[in-house]
């Protein structure tokens, strides 16, 4: 048997985590199952909210199901015309690797007809792999914000899907670095979570205060009475 082939993509937001689950929701069929393995606040549920969207439902549903064990989410989002595949999503955090899947329901939940997410698969055993297990996705802590990413495709997914997914995630954080905002002092590439923005650090912040206190700004017009107003 063909060994699975792997990706390995690096995100630095919450945001562009969503945004290689959306991409890989594109390349799955129904009745596909993704396994999504990683440490706990590694972003797994997060990236369930990433299959989501990419599959047209609303990515508002996905919450961790860690007590009820099971969720189904079939709600198309907004402005979605066309009729989702319905995605189950299962934690089975607290499951024992004696516990019999079938018992969870999963045989039931349609997932034929649908696609299903397992975070925390290993719980099952290597004896209870799911039917249609053709992704696994790990997530692994690299720093504040930063994830590892390694997707991993089975053999029965052709090498032009897998290559299609690379090609349009390095597209997507091309994309990202173009739209990145920047210092409005120094230039700066800003943090996604620095709380001085739209300045890199409070030193930025002082800078750009004292030219308006030396009078370097210059404007195009005068000021107006309502530009107060408008910028309340």
């Not at 082939?5 to 689950?21: G, H, L, N, P």
């Not at 696609?115 to 690299?142: C, K, M, N, Q, Y």
């Not at 504040?144 to 495709?153: F, G, P, T």
């Not at 053999?155 to 349009?168: A, D, G, K, T, W």
Request: glycine share 6%; proline share 5%; with cysteine.
């Amino acid at each position: 048997m063909s060994a699975r082939r792997t990706i390995e993509i690096t995100t630095r937001s919450e945001e562009q985590t969503i945004e290689v689950a959306r991409l890989l929701a594109h390349h799955l069929r129904a009745g596909d199952a993704v396994a999504l393995s990683g440490e706990l606040g590694a972003g797994k549920t997060t990236f369930v909210r990433g299959l989501a969207e990419g599959l047209g439902l609303d990515p508002r549903q996905v919450s961790s199901p860690t007590f009820v064990l099971l969720h189904e989410y079939r709600k198309a989002a907004a402005g979605t015309d066309a009729s989702p595949l319905p995605l189950v999503h299962v934690d089975a955090y607290r499951v024992s690797p004696d516990d019999d899947p079938t018992l969870l329901g999963l045989d039931a939940a349609g997932t034929s007809q649908g696609i299903l997410a397992i975070e925390w698969p290993e719980r099952f055993g290597d004896e209870s792999t799911p039917a249609g297990l053709r992704w696994t996705v790990l997530l692994e802590h690299e720093g504040l914000n930063v994830r590892r990413l390694l997707i991993s495709a089975a053999p029965s997914v052709e090498q032009r899907v897998l290559e299609q997914l690379s090609r349009e995630v390095a597209a997507a954080a091309d994309d990202a670095q173009s739209r990145t905002l920047r210092c409005r002092t120094c230039g700066n590439t800003l943090a996604p979570d620095v709380k001085t923005a739209p300045f890199c650090s409070a030193h930025c912040r002082m800078a750009d205060l004292g030219r308006w206190f030396s009078e370097s700004y210059r404007i195009s017009r005068d000021i107006r009475p309502t530009d107060s107003e408008q910028d309340a």
